[in-house]
């Protein structure tokens, strides 16, 4: 059992370009998110999703898009990445309603120069 | 708006002592979820307790226990016979039951724990 599986470890973009950072999930759980952890501020929500087609943001969702198209996958695309993105990105899912814990996966370092 | 705060940004105990972490927390809700997690090096999240405010036991894992003081909003970890891999960052976090709408989490600003040898 994979769990939840982020893509890549590591990247380092140059101010204006885009990239899509991957998130799969093999335990059918509803809901999906994303986090972004800077130093001094905790984990901070950027947009989640409780099911195929349906998202939507969280406390920090600006410069960031997301689609759900299957219950397994919740891409978070940067379109225009600014160094104001460079942080360690998480993916995590739960069961819905169930007081279940979030599970994350391994987490991205994206540094935007 | 809940919020989750963490008043100690470092800690640091010996080697087979104990040591607690504070976390409160401000909501105007009666039932929620809180969590502890361990952020070691490797930057992977790790659940490390939970605890359900109906319920007024606190809860247990081997060495970490929670004191959770529900009308003082607080919910504070204690590390019993500290070992050098309980060294790491650790973040206090709240889940809302509103229904299974969002199962977000409110992180607070985590406190990193040195253990010393």
């Known amino acids: 059992n994979a769990g939840v599986t982020q893509t890549p470890k590591f990247q380092v973009l140059k101010t204006g370009q885009s990239m899509t950072l991957q998130c799969a999930q093999d335990m059918n759980h509803e809901y999906m998110s994303w986090y972004r952890q800077d130093p001094g501020m905790g984990l901070r929500l950027i947009h989640y999703s409780v099911g195929a087609g349906i998202t939507d943001q969280g406390e920090v969702p600006n410069g960031y898009n997301v689609s759900r198209s299957t219950t397994e996958d919740f891409p978070l695309r940067l379109l225009s990445a600014a160094p104001s993105q460079t942080s360690v990105y998480f993916c995590?899912?739960?069961?819905?309603?169930?007081?279940?814990?979030?599970?994350f996966g391994n987490g991205t370092r994206l540094t935007v120069t | 708006a809940q919020t989750v705060t963490q008043s100690q940004p470092e800690m640091s105990v010996q080697e087979a002592e104990t040591v607690t972490l504070s976390c409160t927390y401000d909501?105007?809700?009666?039932?929620?979820?809180l969590f502890w997690y361990k952020q070691p090096p490797s930057r992977q999240m790790i659940l490390v307790i939970r605890q359900e405010a109906y319920k007024q036991q606190n809860a247990t894992e081997n060495r970490f226990s929670v004191n959770f003081q529900k009308a003082a909003k607080s919910f504070s970890l204690k590390i019993s016979d500290s070992q050098l891999g309980d060294a790491a960052m650790y973040f206090c976090a709240y889940r809302s039951t509103d229904g299974g709408a969002t199962n977000k989490l409110i992180f607070g600003t985590g406190t990193l724990l040195a253990v010393q040898p």
């Open positions: 909501t105007s809700e009666s039932d929620y979820y």
């Open positions: 995590a899912s739960t069961l819905l309603g169930t007081g279940s814990p979030l599970h």
